[in-house]
C-alpha cells in the first residue's frame, strides 16, 4: 500500500514539474478593459515565464471587438523554440523571439497565438490587455495623383486618400529597434474596423496598397520613441521615378541601417519630356565594407554630366551636389559582402538655390557617416502564410459573435482537428481516483 501511494505520488509531482498542459481556448475582452488578461491566469509579469509541458499542441484565439485594439507582451525562455508563434489578423504567421518584450498590437477582429513544441521543456507565458481608440483624434492627407507626402509617427489616426489607391512604403528607422515598428497598423478604408492590412513591419518590406481609395494609419504611442520619417503614401498611379520642382527623394537600401547581404540597390529618376531639373544629392550614410561601390551619374540629353563612384578609399563630398539633367542613377552594389546599406537624400529643383539638407523632413547631419561593417546574424522572424488563416469551430452552444456584442470576460474551451498534447496531471489524477475506488 505505502509503495502504491509514493509512486501515485512521485506520479503528481511529475506531472507538476513537466510544466503546463494547454487547451485550445477562444478569450474574449476583460470585463473592465483595466484588467488584463494573463496565461496562465495565476502568472505576472513580475514573475519568471510559466514553464510548458513539452510535446504538446494548442492555441489561443484573441477576439478584439469593434472599436478596440489589443496589446500583447510576450515572455518566452525556450532553447530558440519556433513552434511558438502568433498570427495576425491578415493571416501572416510572426515567430515570437526568445526575451523579447515589445509589445505587439492586434486589431479588430481576432488574432491567434499557436504553441507546437517538442521533446524539449520550455517557458512561456503572455498577458493581453485591450484597450480603446481614442476618440476625435484624427488627421486627413489627400494625395493628388503626383506628389509623396513622408510622414511621422503621431497620436493622430491618419486617413489617406488617393484618386485611385492608396501605396504605403515604409522606411528602416536608424538605431532604432525594428520591434519598435510594429506597434503600428494599416488598415483598409480609413478606419480601424476596416481590414487588416499590416505594420510598418511590413511596409518596410514591401509596399502596401489599399484596395479602395482610402487607407488608414494608426501607430499606438510611436511618436513618444520616434520623431522621423517612418512612411510615405502617394497615389498607386503616381510615376515613383518621375522627378519635379521641389520634389524630395530618400533613396536607401531595402534593408538599410542593418546588416545583410540584402542591400544592392539601383534607382533612376528622369524628368519629364524635354525637361531637366537641377538633380541635388546628400549621401547621409555609407557602408562600404569590402570592394562595395555606390555610383551616382546624372546624365543630360543622353550625355553624363556627372559621374562618380564612391568606396572605402573614394568617400562623397560632406556637401550637397546640384547637377543640371534630365535623369540620375544611383547604384550601390555590395558584390556578396554583408554592409548595413546606404542613403541618398535628393532634391530636384528649376534653380540651385536649396538643398536636399534644408528640404529633409527629418533633422539629420549634413556631413556623410562611413560605417565599416561587422558581421552579426540576421534571423527571419516574419512569414506570410499561402492562406488566410482559418480557426476551429467551437464547440456546441459557444458563441462566435465578435463584433460589438461580444461579450467580455469570458473564457471558452473548443475542439479543433489538431489535439492538444496529454495532460499528464489529468491522467494521474484518473489514477488515483481508480486507486481509490478500487480501496
Not at 509531482?13 to 495565476?42: H, K, V, W
Not at 489578423?89 to 509589445?103: F, R
Not at 481609395?213 to 522621423?228: M, S
Amino acid at each position: 500500500m505505502v509503495s502504491i501511494l509514493f509512486f501515485l505520488a512521485t506520479l503528481v509531482a511529475s506531472a507538476f514539474a513537466d510544466g503546463y498542459t494547454c487547451a485550445n481556448i477562444m478569450r474574449n475582452p476583460t470585463q473592465n478593459l483595466s484588467e488584463p488578461y494573463y496565461y496562465p491566469e495565476t502568472w505576472r509579469e513580475n514573475m519568471e515565464p510559466t514553464k510548458y509541458a513539452p510535446n504538446q499542441i494548442c492555441n489561443w484565439q484573441i477576439n478584439v471587438p469593434e472599436g478596440l485594439y489589443a496589446t500583447v507582451i510576450f515572455y518566452k525562455k525556450t532553447d530558440s523554440e519556433s513552434g511558438i508563434k502568433c498570427t495576425y489578423p491578415n493571416g501572416e504567421q510572426v515567430y515570437i523571439e526568445d526575451n523579447d518584450q515589445n509589445p505587439y498590437k492586434f486589431t479588430y477582429p481576432r488574432f491567434q497565438i499557436d504553441l507546437q513544441v517538442g521533446d524539449k521543456q520550455g517557458e512561456f507565458s503572455f498577458k493581453v490587455v485591450w484597450s480603446e481608440y481614442p476618440d476625435g483624434r484624427s488627421m486627413y492627407i489627400g494625395l493628388d495623383g503626383v506628389h509623396s507626402i513622408a510622414s511621422v509617427p503621431t497620436s493622430y489616426y491618419t486617413t489617406v486618400t488617393a484618386v485611385n489607391q492608396v501605396m504605403l512604403v515604409g522606411f528602416s528607422v536608424p538605431d532604432v529597434p525594428l520591434a519598435l515598428l510594429r506597434q503600428s497598423a494599416i488598415y483598409e478604408g480609413g478606419y480601424t474596423n476596416g481590414t487588416y492590412l499590416g505594420n510598418l513591419v511590413n511596409a518596410r518590406s514591401g509596399q502596401i496598397y489599399s484596395t479602395s481609395n482610402k487607407l488608414g494609419v494608426y501607430t499606438f504611442g510611436l511618436e513618444k520613441f520616434i520623431n522621423q520619417t517612418v512612411f510615405m503614401v502617394l497615389d498607386s498611379r503616381a510615376k515613383w521615378n518621375s522627378v519635379f520642382d521641389g520634389r524630395y527623394i530618400i533613396v536607401r537600401s531595402f534593408d538599410f541601417n542593418r546588416q545583410s547581404y540584402a542591400q544592392d540597390t539601383t534607382e533612376t529618376f528622369v524628368t519629364d519630356p524635354n525637361n531637366q531639373m537641377y538633380f541635388k544629392f546628400n549621401v547621409k550614410y555609407l557602408d562600404t565594407n569590402g570592394p562595395t561601390t555606390l555610383d551616382v551619374n546624372v546624365y543630360k540629353n543622353g550625355v553624363a554630366v556627372f559621374t562618380a563612384t564612391y568606396t572605402a578609399t573614394n568617400p562623397p563630398l560632406p556637401f550637397p551636389n546640384g547637377i543640371l539633367g534630365d535623369k540620375m542613377e544611383v547604384n550601390y552594389q555590395t558584390y556578396g559582402n554583408y554592409t548595413q546599406g546606404f542613403q541618398v537624400d535628393i532634391l530636384t529643383t528649376k534653380n540651385g538655390d536649396a538643398s536636399p539638407s534644408s528640404q529633409s523632413p527629418v533633422s539629420t547631419p549634413s556631413t556623410v557617416t562611413m560605417s565599416p561593417s561587422t558581421l552579426t546574424t540576421k534571423i527571419i522572424t516574419s512569414t506570410k502564410s499561402d492562406s488566410p488563416t482559418t480557426f476551429p469551430t467551437l464547440a456546441p452552444g459557444a458563441s462566435t459573435t465578435i463584433g460589438t456584442g461580444a461579450t467580455r470576460g469570458t473564457t471558452q474551451r473548443y475542439e479543433s482537428t489538431t489535439k492538444s498534447g496529454i495532460n499528464k496531471f489529468s491522467l494521474t489524477t484518473l489514477a488515483i481516483v481508480g486507486f481509490v475506488m478500487l480501496v
